[in-house]
Every structure is written in C-alpha cells, then in structure tokens.
C-alpha cells in the first residue's frame, strides 16, 4: 500500500491509462476522499481506497487500474 503521506490535497488522481479521476480532497482513514468540485464529481464526494493507489508521481496519485475501472468502483457515502 501506498504512504498516505505522499498524497496531498488538490493532487490529480489518474486511472493506469492517465484518465483523469478526480482531485484529492484528503484521505480519511484508508481512503481518499475525492473533491466534490471536481466536473469528473457529478457534485458528489467520491472515495477510492488507498489499496486502488499505484504511485505517487510528478504531483499526481496513479490508480492500478483504468480510470472508467475506478469510477465503477467509487463509493458515493462515508463508512
């Protein structure tokens, strides 16, 4: 698993293929709560957990899987 040091808030989060995600809003726990601002968003909070992170490189969180893979699996509501 990643360091949740690493990722930072207004970081670009990209799926494998560098689709673009969402924005880090921060990471609560073991996930990263994405910006509701964000047009990729629908006005929602969206949460990718942070086993979904690959690397954190050039001021961007890479996914270990495709960006349309990581929307499928977002989750809308906090646990």
Known sequence: MTDASQIQEHM???GS???H???VDHVE???IK???SDPAAGGEHHY???DTVETVEDGK???NRTGAQARD???VREV
């Open 61 to 63: 969180v890479v996914l």
């Open 34 to 36: 994405l910006a509701k």
């Open 17 to 19: 293929d560098q689709e």
């Open 29 to 31: 726990g073991k996930r």
């Open 73 to 75: 699996e977002w989750g």
């Open 12 to 14: 670009e989060v990209v």
């Open 48 to 50: 990718l957990h942070l």
């Open 21 to 23: 995600v969402g924005t």
